[in-house]
């Protein structure tokens, strides 16, 4: 069982005492607040995704969970140095409106956020990337409830199989990754 949650006794704010790396600068999760960004020129951020048949979604118990195929895929520029390839997507959302996302801006939640895990290529692999300051990059998505995006319709046909935590499916593949 995971020692991190979103309850008062394990939430954001007590993550650092079992995790380190989630204090100061490298914290999880952050408040963006506009007024008080800075702007830095970067190159811009650069991403590529292979189109893979066949991804299985697992439900997790507490959330979903893909795994995705690192051959081919890339993420370069921005602020990360070196290249990370594809590692996983998964989601977190809450029980109502408004009250999902796990980052904010200007304090303000959204109804989910959607994250596509990637890790850095000079570690290997994934599980050698993961406790590295600069072992994983993810791509987060803010989601609100409204109008249907086609290619996100697709994902949520696949989860609609996968009610019971372990549940999997395959009917998913990464073209649909490819346009979001």
């Known amino acids: 069982?995971?020692?991190w949650g979103y309850k008062p006794d394990n939430g954001p704010p007590k993550w650092h005492?079992?995790?380190p790396v989630a204090n100061g600068c490298r914290q999880s999760p952050i408040n963006i607040v506009t007024?008080?960004?800075e702007s830095t020129e970067?190159?811009?951020?650069l991403w590529k995704y292979t189109q893979t048949a066949d991804l299985t979604v697992l439900n997790t118990?507490?959330?979903w969970k893909v795994d995705l195929p690192a051959e081919g895929s890339s993420l370069t520029g921005g602020a990360l140095q070196g290249e990370y390839k594809a590692w996983q997507m998964h989601a977190h959302w809450g029980s109502c409106a408004g009250k999902g996302s796990e980052h904010t801006v200007d304090g303000a939640e959204y109804d989910a956020e959607f994250?596509?895990?990637h890790y850095n290529t000079k570690y290997g692999a994934p599980g050698e990337a993961a406790d590295k300051p600069d072992g994983l990059a993810v791509l987060g998505i803010f989601i609100k409830v409204g109008?249907?995006?086609p290619e996100f319709e697709k994902l949520v046909a696949a989860l609609k199989q996968v009610k019971g935590?372990?549940?999997k499916s395959t009917r998913l593949n990464s073209s649909h990754l490819c346009n979001l």
């Open 147 to 149: 109008a249907a995006h």
């Open 17 to 19: 005492q079992n995790y």
């Open 165 to 167: 935590k372990d549940r």
């Open 115 to 117: 994250h596509i895990v």
């Open 1 to 3: 069982m995971a020692n």
């Open 42 to 45: 970067f190159p811009p951020l």
């Open 35 to 37: 007024s008080t960004a």
């Open 61 to 63: 118990g507490s959330s």
